[in-house]
């Protein structure tokens, strides 16, 4: 399967703007660098991973009481 995505890159710049972490004229103003988006990014990709391993864990712990 092939995710959607916006030319460019831009779904990665614009990722933080709608999670809601920044508003989008601090990308337009330029007070936000790329080292920024790329911290946030990441950030929220280390977030992603620990509630899967979460969501896993709990299944697997529900899973073996049964």
């Known amino acids: 399967m092939a995710w959607a995505s916006l030319p460019d890159g831009e779904d990665?710049?614009?990722a933080p703007v709608l999670r809601?972490?920044?508003?989008y004229d601090r990308l337009l103003d330029g007070s936000v660098d790329?080292?920024?988006i790329a911290l946030m990014n990441d950030a929220a990709a280390v977030q992603a991973d620990?509630?899967?391993l979460a969501r896993r864990a709990m299944e697997d712990t529900h899973?073996?009481?049964?």
């Open 12 to 14: 990665w710049l614009l």
């Open 20 to 23: 809601g972490h920044i508003h």
């Open 63 to 66: 899973g073996r009481q049964r």
């Open 34 to 36: 790329l080292a920024d």
């Open 50 to 52: 620990n509630e899967m």
